[in-house]
């Protein structure tokens, strides 16, 4: 059963083949033989199960929506009424979550079956899924290389076929990024296409929640579910949205590709280059045609991305103060020591250095140095895209600079972590929607191709991941052990 995607598992399901019930348990039993991998941090079996019964009700009576006993697992970043919803921290190691996160309430309106909450980074603050206060998570293709991060449990639990699709969040890269490593199919929207409430904050300019999936098929279903305008959320847009099903199978003829030189440069490992340029032949032979473009302020990204992500986060994470929720440090002598013990006790190193690089970047003085002139990059950023986007209709390139690698290589060179994020983070900083798509293997290891759209251009985007895919079967191949 776990080696079927979403519209296969639907079909069997509504053929009566196997259960909810069955299913859940079969994945259930897999989370549970791979436990080693550490992608969940929380599985919730009883509720699962609960689920997947009323589920096979549903379906007896039909008409059920389509993802009705799929089971599916959340980023532990989504509040989850009832269950601990961590975040990656000590910090909320004890918080139960009194509410649900829209995009959770609407996986459960739409029928499917949550399994648990995924790993991940702390706070989303990483790019190896090494920050988490849970530890790191292995990648099914070799257990001693990194996950990615921040979604790293996400990824890695598809890629081990422990759920057939689940949710991530993409601040600078954490969906693409952790897709690529573990050779899945990542799509970040565009900022304001699905909601943020209830979706625990890191940098509330930047965060975006989205799909991760076997497929761009199986990906569009759950864009479909997830994204809306939502009124607990005033930077969800109220746009219509649009039949993902529906433009999966247009053609590509004529498609206009754009290739920045920034992106396909010297500095780019050629066997990734290599694997980048076949995907992209597979592209004009589908019809597309390909321009190369510039996009000069693409090298500022990163210290842009890192002064305005740690600002933000800085200002987030002073909820976090020992009294309301979370963690509480013990026999606290006063006030100041309560909140500097509370949160010394229960930030790890990553976020702790986030948010002094925030708060100094926020300070009288320093603002216009720091995170003006940052706000200002950033709109140059958007400049080099928009003028992108009036001669082409996708943009491609890499997703990262290298394969996944090993736990523990980078994890102390934070600066060499944040070098990871150069292909993913500018995307973000315009606010677009980009995908990665398994592209091929360099020494056994997936590589990711990342695809830029316009502005709530993500149909689009899922209809060129599927014409690939339709061509390819990257996307289908399993880690070994995992089969
Ligand atoms: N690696 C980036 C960071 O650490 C992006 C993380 C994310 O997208 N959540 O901030």
């Known amino acids: 059963m776990h080696t079927k995607t979403i519209t296969e598992l639907a079909k069997s399901l ?54 009705t006993g799929i089971p599916i697992a959340q980023k532990d970043i989504f509040c989850t009424y009832g269950v601990k919803t961590s975040c990656g921290s000590k910090m909320l190691d004890n918080f139960i979550a009194p509410y649900n996160a829209t995009v959770v309430e609407k996986f459960n309106q739409a029928g499917a079956v949550m399994l648990g909450k995924l790993n991940m980074d702390e706070f989303a603050m990483g790019s190896s899924n090494e920050t988490s206060f849970y530890g790191a998570v292995q990648n099914p293709w070799d257990i001693n290389t990194v996950a990615g991060g921040s979604s790293g449990g996400s990824a890695a639990a598809v890629a081990a076929r422990l759920a057939v699709a689940v949710t991530g969040t993409d601040t600078g890269g954490s969906i693409r990024q952790p897709a690529a490593l573990c050779g899945i199919t990542g799509l970040k929207p565009t900022y304001g296409r699905v909601s943020r409430y209830g979706m625990i904050a890191y940098a509330s300019s930047l965060d975006q929640g989205g799909p991760m ?4 098929e199986d990906a569009a279903l759950l864009l479909q579910a997830m994204a809306g305008f939502d009124p607990k959320d005033s930077t969800s847009v109220d746009a219509p949205v649009p039949d993902y099903q529906e433009s999966l199978t247009n053609s590509l003829a004529g498609l206009k590709i754009g290739l920045p030189k920034q992106f396909f440069s010297a500095d780019l490992n050629p066997e990734i280059a290599k694997t980048l340029q076949a995907a992209i032949a597979e592209y004009q032979r589908l019809g597309a ?36 929720f979370g963690y509480r440090c013990d026999n606290p002598q006063d006030l100041t020591d309560l909140y500097t013990r509370s949160r010394g006790e229960a930030f790890g190193a990553e976020v702790k250095r986030r948010i002094l690089m925030g708060t100094y970047a926020l300070s009288a003085g320093y603002y216009d140095a720091y995170y003006l002139k940052a706000q200002k990059v950033r709109k140059l950023i958007s400049d080099d895209f928009k003028r992108a986007f009036s001669e082409v209709d996708v943009i491609m390139g890499p997703v990262s600079p290298s394969t996944a690698f090993g736990i523990g290589e980078k994890i102390a060179d934070p600066i060499e972590m944040y070098l990871a994020d150069i292909y993913t983070i500018a995307i973000n900083l315009a606010g677009l929607p980009a995908l990665s798509i398994p592209a091929g293997f360099v020494n056994a290891m997936p590589v990711g191709l990342q695809i830029i759209g316009n502005y709530f251009d993500e149909a689009r985007l899922l209809n060129v991941a599927h014409q690939y895919q339709q061509e390819t079967d990257w996307h289908k191949q399993t880690p070994k052990g995992f089969e």
Not at 213 to 216: K, T
């Open 213 to 216: 999936a076997r497929n761009a």
């Open 14 to 67: 509504r053929a009566k083949e196997f259960s909810s019930v069955e299913l859940t348990h079969a994945y259930l039993d897999r989370i549970k033989q791979y436990s080693e991998l550490n992608s969940f941090i929380t599985v919730t079996e009883e509720q699962a199960l609960t689920a997947a019964n009323a589920a096979d009700k549903a379906l007896s009576l039909g008409n059920a929506p389509l993802l």
């Open 289 to 324: 045609e390909v321009k190369e473009i510039s996009m000069p302020m693409l090298e500022y990204a990163i210290p842009a991305y890192y002064v305005i992500a740690s600002a933000e986060c800085s200002a987030n994470l002073s909820r976090y103060d020992g009294v309301r």
